[in-house]
């Protein structure tokens, strides 16, 4: 079972001293925060976890290795001799 998530988050805003712009702005976060808005917003971007037994075989089909980076590789290489023909 997948205990809820809480928020320990809140927003944070700079206004100037005395600025009539923050009661409005406030206002506006609460609706969104409050409201059904937030709760589609977050279903939309963070989907719903999932837990998997412990008897469940993870796939490692995706491991990298030192192959996976030759390309990487081939062209710190060929920068670096680039580079050293430059200076000398």
Do not use: H
């Not at 100037?16 to 969104?32: E, F, Q, T, W, Y």
């Amino acid at each position: 079972m997948v205990e809820p998530r809480f928020k320990a988050g809140g927003f944070g805003y700079a206004f100037p001293k005395g600025s009539p712009l923050v009661a409005d702005i406030s206002r506006a976060i609460l609706n969104v925060t409050q409201g059904d808005k937030m709760r589609t917003i977050e279903k939309a971007w963070f989907k719903e976890a999932i837990c998997l037994d412990s008897n469940t075989e993870i796939s490692s089909n995706n491991n990298l290795g030192l192959e996976s980076f030759w390309g990487l590789f081939l062209i710190a290489g060929i920068a670096s001799l680039l580079a050293l023909l430059i200076f000398v």
